[in-house]
């Protein structure tokens, strides 16, 4: 195991240095050792899910040493947690990179066998290091990632002013904020001290301060005065701001003959440099300042007052980011109705509505406690929380984002005029709209022109005409029907790519299931009829086969179960899909024969290489779309766009994967795993955090990713002997490697594992050190064949994952050699008659020896070769009974 780490009690300038060095060396984990230091603590709460790290607590639940260890912001061993200490290979290698080397001595506690490499530089922030590292090699940053380095570097030179800041760290502050850096979070978070005068300021400051409401903003003034003039008035308005968490703060202070305004503000929707401007002063948009002759400060309150509504614009509201629609319960409704609608959208919680207002909210955790106590028939309300925190459609992101912060939740209800439910906000929307990066999603038909291509000539020239002639047929008989007949999907996906694809969803706007048995009739095929979907299989005589089904909308009565289907017509089946280049239609009736309806724009996000959701709640309403989301992204070389990829990873944080039921996940996984490109798939669900969500104590490394690659180049040669191999349970002997077996348990019963597997994994566990060895120094088959034995299929293939190609070729010889082995001359039955051998333990050992001995010498006389063995199992008895008679 790689680790990144620092000192115990981690700052941002630490932190800071980890994040960056992932970024430089992706196979490292972060671990954080300790409590971040407060200002730390309260950014993780609200930031933490955008980096990945672990805690000591997580280390411990792993069985792995550290064999490279990067250790920043200190100059050694001493200040590092224990956990990491102790987890340290003989052979470790050490890299420090630290900025004052001379302040600590340096450690002592490095052991003899131990690499050490210092990266020692006399900088203001060790953060300042680690970004001319990213520069040098040339990695991209996101905003999120400049705006962390460059806390770290304000912070550490206390925002650059300190007397240890240097050239290079103000140069590095420049490429960070050219690459995305947010001054307004930076100032959020960093901390620092104030003298003993500016300390005054800030006293009078904070004994005069009003709040008054301009346009429903919350816009704090205060005042203060002093004879002489001192400095760092932008340091005391910020350290007021910091620590009372006010949206927008104006200072206004007079010091000898001038009166200062100072600002600042978090909203987007203030224009404070205009505000300034009044005054003969500028600044930005969200820190300005002005300085004018001696005047009173209550003229120049009243003044900023005055003109303070011209500077106020509607910016970023709640209406700008929300989701919509949101899924509700009316308060008369039963407990039951409840139950079924959170297990149709995933949701652990539902707003209760009643006379068209939001009057509570019931959770799933009550929902499940009234059922188990067979409340079911009783109405929502008597069970539901009217404690809510709510929003308006106009709430600016700003308020919003302190809401959830003094409220600790993670998303908030938005009500229109009426008190009606119009939306919900999470964290994730606050974040990108804090950031200025509000990104729609596809607008799915309402803004989007609906394009009609006749594709009959492209049919004609890719498809056989066998599946040609069965289309036009298909056209025809929805003519004699007087309904529309369409072929949808991945067919008209690969259609388009160049992909051959034979695999036919008829969908028609009417009976799909009386459509199909006309189609049976006509060309002598069987139909399988399923009446709760309004769908039908048509089955020919060679096996191929058409499924149909009528034009319908879909919704899930539980996330692991079928979908449950209305009625409904072809542009509403074609939204209800997983992803726009899934949603294209191909008409086959004779009049408009081949023609493409494509109503969302599927074709552009087709050639231009994009996966994208049709709609907001596509990952809630079905959420192993997450995992198809990924095989569609590496099948095609694709790439999820950003909404979409957004979308993903605040579904995947809220849980809604660990909604589905366990098969419905193996399936996507299964379907993963028959994939061209299935590694890198899993690369993509580890990058995600995926994988933690499937497999919740799995760390996804570079060695484990090493053992899957290794695992799947050996797995071919493995199926040709057993041939029922199943890839799923194959690489669940990786990932689910050294768990434990309380929790083994609990996913053989979620994802189906048959007892005897997790048995096979526990067990495989234990050998594969010692058989790895023998089989690397190509000890007998025998010698091998006492700890290997006949092994189930699976600890062959949790074997292979260690093995090199030499290693393999001799397992595989191995395998062959003990299935071909046969004992010919003697059995049990033999023993137990000519030698009055009893049935037990002695006779199946003597039989096991005499097998393992045939491993080694084909020719091998077998009762030659049980005499030795009895005899010399009468000789140490023998000695047994004279050692006893001594």
């Given at each position: 195991?790689?680790?990144?780490?620092?000192?115990?009690?981690?700052?941002?300038?630490?932190?800071?240095?980890?994040?960056?060095?992932?970024?430089?060396?992706?196979?490292?984990?972060?671990?954080?050792?300790?409590?971040?230091?407060?200002?730390?603590?309260?950014?993780?709460?609200?930031?933490?899910?955008t980096f990945s790290f672990l805690t000591e607590s997580d280390l411990k639940k792993l069985n792995e040493p550290i064999d490279e260890l990067i250790i920043v912001d200190t100059n050694g061993l001493d200040r590092v947690g224990d956990e990491i200490k102790s987890r340290l290979s003989n052979d470790v290698k050490i890299t420090i990179i630290d900025h004052h080397p001379e302040i600590?001595?340096?450690?002592?506690?490095?052991?003899?066998?131990?690499?050490?490499?210092?990266?020692?530089?006399?900088?203001?922030?060790?953060?300042?290091?680690?970004?001319?590292?990213?520069?040098?090699?040339?990695?991209?940053?996101?905003?999120?990632?400049?705006?962390?380095?460059?806390?770290?570097?304000?912070?550490?030179?206390?925002?650059?002013?300190?007397?240890?800041?240097?050239?290079?760290?103000?140069?590095?502050?420049?490429?960070?904020?050219?690459?995305?850096?947010?001054?307004?979070?930076?100032?959020?978070?960093?901390?620092?001290?104030?003298?003993?005068?500016?300390?005054?300021?800030?006293?009078?400051?904070?004994?005069?301060?009003?709040?008054?409401?301009?346009?429903?903003?919350?816009?704090?003034?205060?005042?203060?005065?002093?004879?002489?003039?001192?400095?760092?008035?932008?340091?005391?308005?910020?350290?007021?701001?910091?620590?009372?968490?006010?949206?927008?703060?104006?200072?206004?202070?007079?010091?000898?003959?001038?009166?200062?305004?100072?600002?600042?503000?978090?909203?987007?929707?203030?224009?404070?440099?205009?505000?300034?401007?009044?005054?003969?002063?500028?600044?930005?948009?969200?820190?300005?300042?002005?300085?004018?002759?001696?005047?009173?400060?209550?003229?120049?309150?009243?003044?900023?007052?005055?003109?303070?509504?011209?500077?106020?614009?509607?910016?970023?509201?709640?209406?700008?980011?929300?989701?919509?629609?949101?899924?509700?319960?009316?308060?008369?409704?039963?407990?039951?109705?409840?139950?079924?609608?959170?297990?149709?959208?995933?949701?652990?919680?539902?707003?209760?509505?009643?006379?068209?207002?939001?009057?509570?909210?019931?959770?799933?955790?009550?929902?499940?406690?009234?059922?188990?106590?067979?409340?079911?028939?009783?109405?929502?309300?008597?069970?539901?929380?009217?404690?809510?925190?709510?929003?308006?459609?106009?709430?600016?992101?700003?308020?919003?984002?302190?809401?959830?912060?003094?409220?600790?939740?993670?998303?908030?209800?938005?009500?229109?005029?009426?008190?009606?439910?119009?939306?919900?906000?999470?964290?994730?929307?606050?974040?990108?709209?804090?950031?200025?990066?509000?990104?729609?999603?596809?607008?799915?038909?309402?803004?989007?022109?609906?394009?009609?291509?006749?594709?009959?000539?492209?049919?004609?020239?890719?498809?056989?005409?066998?599946?040609?002639?069965?289309?036009?047929?298909?056209?025809?008989?929805?003519?004699?029907?007087?309904?529309?007949?369409?072929?949808?999907?991945?067919?008209?996906?690969?259609?388009?790519?160049?992909?051959?694809?034979?695999?036919?969803?008829?969908?028609?706007?009417?009976?799909?299931?009386?459509?199909?048995?006309?189609?049976?009739?006509?060309?002598?095929?069987?139909?399988?009829?399923?009446?709760?979907?309004?769908?039908?299989?048509?089955?020919?005589?060679?096996?191929?086969?058409?499924?149909?089904?009528?034009?319908?909308?879909?919704?899930?009565?539980?996330?692991?179960?079928?979908?449950?289907?209305?009625?409904?017509?072809?542009?509403?089946?074609?939204?209800?899909?997983?992803?726009?280049?899934?949603?294209?239609?191909?008409?086959?009736?004779?009049?408009?024969?081949?023609?493409?309806?494509?109503?969302?724009?599927?074709?552009?996000?087709?050639?231009?290489?994009?996966?994208?959701?049709?709609?907001?709640?596509?990952?809630?309403?079905?959420?192993?779309?997450?995992?198809?989301?990924?095989?569609?992204?590496?099948?095609?070389?694709?790439?999820?766009?950003?909404?979409?990829?957004?979308?993903?990873?605040?579904?995947?944080?809220?849980?809604?994967?660990?909604?589905?039921?366990?098969?419905?996940?193996?399936?996507?996984?299964?379907?993963?795993?028959?994939?061209?490109?299935?590694?890198?798939?899993?690369?993509?669900?580890?990058?995600?955090?995926?994988?933690?969500?499937?497999?919740?104590?799995?760390?996804?490394?570079?060695?484990?990713?090493?053992?899957?690659?290794?695992?799947?180049?050996?797995?071919?040669?493995?199926?040709?002997?057993?041939?029922?191999?199943?890839?799923?349970?194959?690489?669940?002997?990786?990932?689910?490697?050294?768990?434990?077996?309380?929790?083994?348990?609990?996913?053989?019963?979620?994802?189906?594992?048959?007892?005897?597997?997790?048995?096979?994994?526990?067990?495989?566990?234990?050998?594969?050190?010692?058989?790895?060895?023998?089989?690397?120094?190509?000890?007998?088959?025998?010698?091998?064949?006492?700890?290997?034995?006949?092994?189930?299929?699976?600890?062959?293939?949790?074997?292979?994952?260690?093995?090199?190609?030499?290693?393999?070729?001799?397992?595989?010889?191995?395998?062959?050699?003990?299935?071909?082995?046969?004992?010919?001359?003697?059995?049990?039955?033999?023993?137990?008659?000519?030698?009055?051998?009893?049935?037990?333990?002695?006779?199946?050992?003597?039989?096991?020896?005499?097998?393992?001995?045939?491993?080694?010498?084909?020719?091998?006389?077998?009762?030659?070769?049980?005499?030795?063995?009895?005899?010399?199992?009468?000789?140490?008895?023998?000695?047994?009974?004279?050692?006893?008679?001594?």
């Amino acid at each position: 195991m790689k680790v990144i780490t620092s000192h115990t009690n981690a700052d941002f300038d630490s932190f800071a240095c980890c994040v960056g060095l992932k970024k430089l060396k992706p196979d490292f984990e972060i671990v954080l050792c300790g409590i971040p230091v407060q200002n730390l603590k309260e950014y993780l709460r609200f930031y933490g899910d955008t980096f990945s790290f672990l805690t000591e607590s997580d280390l411990k639940k792993l069985n792995e040493p550290i064999d490279e260890l990067i250790i920043v912001d200190t100059n050694g061993l001493d200040r590092v947690g224990d956990e990491i200490k102790s987890r340290l290979s003989n052979d470790v290698k050490i890299t420090i990179i630290d900025h004052h080397p001379e302040i600590w001595p340096a450690s002592e506690g490095m052991a003899s066998g131990e690499r050490v490499e210092k990266i020692f530089r006399q900088v203001g922030a060790a953060t300042t290091i680690v970004v001319n590292m990213l520069k040098e090699n040339g990695i991209k940053i996101t905003s999120e990632e400049a705006t962390l380095l460059a806390i770290g570097i304000y912070e550490d030179t206390g925002s650059l002013l300190f007397s240890s800041t240097t050239i290079e760290d103000v140069e590095c502050v420049l490429y960070l904020l050219r690459n995305g850096a947010s001054i307004s979070v930076v100032a959020e978070y960093v901390r620092f001290d104030l003298t003993i005068d500016q300390k005054h300021i800030l006293s009078d400051m904070l004994q005069n301060v009003t709040v008054y409401d301009v346009d429903d903003y919350q816009i704090t003034i205060s005042h203060a005065e002093s004879d002489k003039f001192i400095g760092g008035l932008a340091a005391i308005v910020s350290k007021f701001w910091y620590t009372h968490s006010v949206e927008t703060l104006i200072a206004v202070v007079r010091m000898g003959k001038k009166t200062f305004i100072t600002a600042r503000t978090k909203s987007l929707d203030i224009d404070l440099a205009g505000l300034m401007g009044e005054f003969g002063g500028g600044g930005h948009k969200q820190a300005a300042s002005a300085t004018i002759s001696a005047a009173p400060v209550e003229e120049v309150i009243h003044k900023v007052l005055q003109l303070l509504p011209k500077y106020v614009f509607k910016g970023i509201k709640a209406r700008d980011i929300m989701s919509a629609p949101v899924r509700t319960v009316f308060a008369n409704e039963t407990i039951e109705d409840a139950n079924r609608i959170m297990e149709v959208t995933g949701h652990g919680g539902l707003p209760v509505i009643e006379e068209n207002k939001l009057i509570g909210i019931v959770t799933k955790k009550s929902v499940d406690k009234a059922m188990n106590h067979g409340l079911g028939k009783r109405p929502v309300k008597s069970i539901m929380s009217s404690k809510l925190t709510t929003a308006t459609l106009d709430t600016p992101v700003s308020v919003l984002k302190k809401m959830m912060i003094d409220h600790d939740i993670g998303r908030i209800p938005i009500l229109d005029e009426n008190n009606m439910l119009a939306g919900i906000v999470t964290r994730s929307d606050v974040i990108k709209a804090t950031n200025s990066e509000v990104h729609q999603t596809h607008p799915s038909g309402s803004t989007v022109v609906p394009t009609f291509t006749n594709l009959s000539k492209l049919i004609s020239e890719r498809l056989p005409n066998r599946v040609v002639n069965l289309l036009r047929l298909l056209g025809l008989y929805g003519f004699d029907f007087n309904i529309s007949v369409y072929v949808v999907g991945g067919f008209v996906r690969d259609l388009l790519l160049g992909i051959p694809n034979y695999d036919l969803d008829i969908v028609v706007e009417g009976n799909g299931i009386e459509f199909a048995k006309h189609v049976g009739r006509q060309l002598n095929a069987t139909v399988v009829p399923y009446d709760k979907f309004f769908t039908a299989s048509v089955v020919f005589k060679d096996g191929f086969k058409i499924d149909v089904a009528t034009a319908r909308t879909e919704y899930y009565e539980q996330p692991g179960k079928l979908p449950q289907v209305d009625i409904s017509t072809i542009r509403k089946d074609l939204h209800r899909r997983d992803f726009t280049i899934n949603a294209m239609a191909i008409k086959l009736n004779p009049s408009e024969y081949g023609t493409l309806y494509d109503f969302f724009n599927c074709q552009k996000d087709l050639k231009d290489g994009i996966i994208r959701v049709l709609y907001n709640l596509s990952f809630i309403e079905d959420p192993t779309r997450m995992i198809r989301a990924i095989r569609f992204e590496q099948r095609y070389d694709f790439k999820m766009e950003p909404s979409t990829l957004e979308l993903l990873k605040k579904n995947l944080e809220e849980n809604y994967l660990e909604r589905v039921s366990g098969a419905r996940i193996r399936q996507e996984i299964e379907k993963i795993l028959v994939e061209e490109n299935s590694l890198k798939a899993i690369r993509r669900m580890a990058e995600l955090g995926m994988i933690r969500h499937i497999f919740p104590k799995t760390y996804y490394t570079n060695t484990m990713e090493e053992k899957i690659k290794t695992m799947f180049r050996h797995l071919p040669r493995l199926q040709e002997r057993f041939e029922d191999l199943n890839d799923f349970y194959a690489i669940s002997t990786i990932l689910l490697e050294y768990y434990d077996l309380p929790t083994l348990e609990e996913l053989r019963a979620r994802y189906g594992y048959p007892k005897k597997f997790i048995e096979s994994l526990k067990y495989a566990e234990t050998i594969i050190p010692v058989v790895k060895s023998l089989i690397e120094s190509q000890f007998s088959f025998s010698d091998v064949y006492k700890v290997l034995g006949k092994s189930n299929p699976y600890v062959y293939v949790h074997l292979s994952s260690y093995l090199d190609d030499n290693g393999m070729a001799y397992l595989l010889k191995y395998i062959d050699t003990v299935q071909n082995t046969r004992l010919n001359t003697i059995s049990g039955k033999m023993l137990v008659e000519k030698y009055n051998i009893k049935a037990g333990p002695v006779l199946n050992s003597i039989l096991e020896q005499v097998f393992s001995l045939k491993l080694d010498n084909p020719n091998l006389d077998e009762e030659e070769a049980v005499k030795n063995i009895i005899n010399s199992l009468n000789v140490l008895s023998g000695e047994n009974h004279s050692s006893h008679g001594e």
